[in-house]
C-alpha cells in the first residue's frame, strides 16, 4: 500500500486516480461544510475565558494606583497591565506599553509610525526614503505581508529553515542595502510552520549588522506561550541579548491575548527599549487618550498573575492538543512513504504547515473546495500571495470540532494524493 | 458694587485689587485642590454605566447575524451596533464603521489615511502634495489640533462666532488655496463655546466650493446628544444636505461614547458616504482583524435602541445641569456688568467658554494655579497654544462635586477681576 508515488508505473498511478477520484466524489457526496481556514479558536476555547465578562464591576474599577480606569488617561495602560504582560514575557513594565484590543493594530500603527515620523528623533521617516523594503520569511503570516501591500513597502521573500529564516541571506541582505527597514518575525510557534528560532538564529538576529540604522525587527511573539504539550519550544529572549549593544533599539515585540482570551477582545502590547517606548509614546499622546484601561483591568484580576494566564493556556492547550494529534495522524496515516509531502510537528502555536508535490497545492486547494473543505488561501503564507512551489498548504486545526476535523482532514489528505498523481502522470 | 472696570478710577481699581488681594490670599489659604482642567465625566455620571459592565456572559454572546462577538471577524462592526448609532445619528447603518475605544484615535487614523493613502482611488496621498494645510476655528478642541501638530499640518485660524465659524473666511480660504485640506468642526455645542452651528453655517459647509478636490470637513460630533435640559440647540443633519450633491463624500463624522458610557472604553464610529466607507475599509482591513465587538454588544444590549441612549443621556444632563448653573450663576453674579468679562451660555456639551479682559487669561490662569485651581491650560484651545488675545478660559464643570465647584468658581472670579483690574492700573 505505502509505495512511493514517485516510483508508480503510469498504469500504478492512473489506477490510483480512480481510487481517488471515487473515494473523492464519495466525501463530496456527504456534503460537508467544514473550515480550517484561520486560526481561530473553538468555543470551547472562548468558554475557558467567560468568567472575564462579569469580573468587573463599577466599585471595583480602580487600578493599583488609585486611578478610576472608567475615566479618561493613563496612555501607556494601567500599571498592573504593564507589569502582567512584562512578566509573562519577561522584560520591564516601563518597556511595555498596552495597546487596544488587536496586536496586528499596534503592528500596523508601528509601521506607519515609522513611515511618517521615522523610528526616532532625528531619522527620516520612512515615506521620504524612497522605495524601502521588509524581508518577509516565507511561508509566514499573510496579515503581516498585507501591512507591506497596503503601505506599498516592498517584500524580499527569504526561505525558511528548520531553525527560523536563512540567517545567512537575512545578513546578506540587511548588510548591503540599507532600503531594507524591517523583517517579520514570528520568533516562536512560527505561522505557519510552527517553528522556534534556534538560539543561534535569535543571536544572529540580535547582532545583525544593517546598512540601514533605522533597520527594526518586527518581533511577533503570538504564540508566546501558546504551548501545546509540556515539552514546549523554549526560544531566547532577545532583549536579553541586545541589552547593551549597538541594537538596544532593534527589536519592537508584540504580544496579545488574542489566542488567551477573546480574539479582537484581547489586550496587546508593544515591547521595546526605553527610547522606542518613548518616541511611541510621544506619538501615540496624539493619537489616543488611552487604550481600554477597563478591558486591561479585567484581564489582569482574572489571570492574577503571569502564571495565572500560564495555568490558563494549559486549559487550552487540553482542547488544542487532540486536534493537532489527529490532524498529525491523519497526515502520517495517509501520507508518509508517499514522497508527495512533508510536514512539521509544531509543539505550540495554530498551525499545521504542509508541503504537497510542488505544483500540486492550489490543485488541492480546489479539490477540497469543491468537497466543502475551505483552507487557507493557497500562497497566502507568501508575499503577494504567490507561493513560487505551489506546495505549502497551512492547516488551522483549531476551529472545527475533532469529528470535523478528522472528516476534513481525510478530504485533504484524498485531496493531496490525488493532485499528486494527477502532476506524475502530466494530467 | 457693579461698576464697570472700564470706569474705573486709579483709586477705585487700587482699592479693588487691595480688596481682591485680601480675598485671594483668604482663598489661597484654603489648601484647595480642584480641577476644572478637562472634560471628564463624574464618578456619579460614570456609575450610571455600571450595568454595562457585567451586561453580558458567554452564552449570549451572539450577534443578531448568529456571529459570536468573542471571536475573529466583522471589521465594520456588529450590525446592530451598526444600526444604533446609524440612528442616533441619523444615517443609514452602512455608512457606519464602528472603530475602537476613542474617537480621538479614529480621528488620527483618518487624517494618517489621507496622509498616506489620499482621500481615495487614485487621489494623491497627502504627504506627497508638500505643505498641507487645516482650518481650525478657534477657540476649539486642542486635541484636533494636537493631531494637525503630531502630523506637521499647518493650522488656518479662523474666528468662531456665535453661529459657528466665521463662513466668509472660511469659504474664501477653501476656494483659493488647494493646500487647505481639511477643516475641524465641533458642530454641536462646540469645544469650548458651547455654539451649536446655525442652519445657515451647516448648509454653507455643505455646499462649499473647494479649491483641493481632496478637501475634507471633520465632524466632530462629539455632544451629539450631549443636551444639558429639555430645550435643546437643534444641529441640522448635514448628510441631508450634502446628499445626491457634489458635496457627498465631502464630509467624514465621528462620534463616540465616550461620554455616553464610559470615557476611553465606549465604542466610537466614523461615519461618511459609501465611497468614503469602502475606501477606509480597504485599508482597515490591512490595519485589524476586527475592533472590539464584545464592547460593541455590551453597548446595543445596555441601551437597546437609540431611544434608550437619549433616556441615559438624561440621566447625565441630571448630574451636569446643576454644574452648569453653578458655573454660569458664578460668573453672572460676580462678573455681570463689569465689563471685563463675557461668555456663552450653552445648552449641552461639556463647557463655560469664558473670556476674560484681553491680555488677562494667563495671569488669571497663574493665579488660580497658585490657588489651587486647576484651569485647562490657557491658550490650549487655540493653535499652537497661543490665543492671539489671550483672553479665551475654558471651564469644565463636569468632573468636581458640586461643592468643589462652587469654590473653584468663586476663586477664579476673584482672579479675573484681580487680573482685570492690575491690568488696567497697568501694574
Known sequence: MKKSYLEMSERELSDSISALTAEYEAEKKKGLKLDMSRGKPSTAQLDLSNGLLKILDGKEARAENGFDVRNYGVLAGIPEARRLIADVCGVESENVVIGGTASLEVMYNTVVRAMIFGTGEGKTPWIKQGKIKFIC????????????????????????????????????????????????????????????????????????????????????????????????????????????????????????????????SGISAFISSGKNVDFALAHMNYQTISYDKINQLRHVRFFGSADGMRAHMKKHAAILYPKFKITLDALKGELDGLDIAHWEEPRGGYFVSLYVLPGTARRVGELCKNAGVTLTNIGATYPYGVDPDDSNIRIAPSYPTEEELAAAMKVLCICVKLAAAEKLLGK
Open 137 to 264: 520569511p516565507a511561508p509566514g503570516y499573510d496579515r503581516h505581508f498585507g501591512i507591506c501591500q497596503d503601505l506599498g513597502i516592498e517584500m524580499i521573500t527569504v526561505r525558511m529553515t528548520k531553525t527560523g529564516p536563512d540567517m545567512d541571506e537575512v545578513e546578506r541582505i540587511v548588510a548591503s542595502d540599507s532600503s531594507v527597514k524591517g523583517i517579520w518575525c514570528v520568533p516562536k510557534y512560527s505561522n505557519p510552520d510552527g517553528i522556534t528560532y534556534s538560539g543561534e538564529t535569535v543571536r544572529r538576529i540580535a547582532s545583525m549588522k544593517c546598512a540601514a540604522d533605522d533597520f527594526r525587527v518586527f518581533w511577533d511573539n503570538a504564540y508566546i506561550i501558546h504551548d501545546l504539550d509540556d515539552k514546549p519550544d523554549k526560544l531566547l529572549n532577545i532583549f536579553d541579548i541586545i541589552k547593551g549593544t549597538p541594537n538596544e533599539d532593534l527589536v519592537y515585540m508584540f504580544v496579545s491575548t488574542a489566542k488567551v482570551t477573546f480574539p479582537g
